[in-house]
């Protein structure tokens, strides 16, 4: 659950600075009440394929989908 909840933070963050730089607003004090804990998105059982070529450059990160 850990790995899920950084993940789930790292992304938020990038999508809150993804909309911001559109000149979307996006107040802080809405902020506080978005949680990183959910994990509905996450397949608990299955095959997960890793395509070298899907992977990001260390240091960087996954498009964000939308």
């Known amino acids: 659950m850990a790995?899920?909840?950084?993940w789930n933070t790292v992304y938020l963050g990038q999508a809150v600075s993804?909309?911001?730089?559109?000149?979307?607003?996006?107040p802080d004090e809405l902020l506080a009440h978005v949680s990183p804990l959910g994990w509905e998105h996450v397949g608990l059982?299955?095959?997960y394929l890793w395509r070298p070529e899907d992977v990001p450059p260390l240091g960087t990160f996954r498009k964000l989908n939308g």
């Open 3 to 6: 790995v899920i909840t950084t």
């Open 18 to 26: 993804a909309l911001r730089a559109e000149g979307i607003d996006i």
């Open 45 to 47: 059982t299955g095959d």
